[in-house]
């Protein structure tokens, strides 16, 4: 089994930026691939930005060029700059992790438990 533990949500104004980190234990050596899904009120939860070992990175159209998603493999975390804040990004954020990059673009993996981001002046 694999846990994952979010830390650096909050309450942010239009514009501004926040960092989300995950970092994975447990049986962590089996993960190759990480990524942040969000899911706000009444809809449903959506690929923010995935990585791989390699440096692959994935991002959803939304955030590009706004979020930039990193990994230090050596420690099986993530992190999330989150820029350019805007009010449709206020979501619970959760971290995902897989052995597979596609496991975790296809929302497969294990998940955290999630961090509330407010975007709201």
């Known amino acids: 089994q694999v846990q994952l533990v979010e830390s650096g949500g909050g309450l942010v104004q239009p514009g501004g930026s926040l960092r989300l980190s995950c970092a994975a234990s447990?049986?962590?050596?089996?993960?190759?691939?990480m990524g942040w899904y969000r899911q706000a009120p009444g809809k449903q939860r959506e690929l923010v930005a995935g990585i791989e070992s390699g440096g692959v990175t994935n991002y959803a159209d939304s955030v590009k060029d706004r979020f930039t998603i990193s990994k230090i493999n050596a420690a099986n975390t993530v992190y999330l700059q989150m820029s350019s804040l805007k009010p449709e990004d206020t979501a619970v954020y959760y971290c995902t992790a897989a052995r597979l990059f596609g496991t975790v673009l296809n929302g497969r993996g294990y998940w955290g438990q999630g961090t509330q981001v407010t975007v709201s002046s």
């Open positions: 447990g049986s962590s050596f089996s993960i190759n691939a």
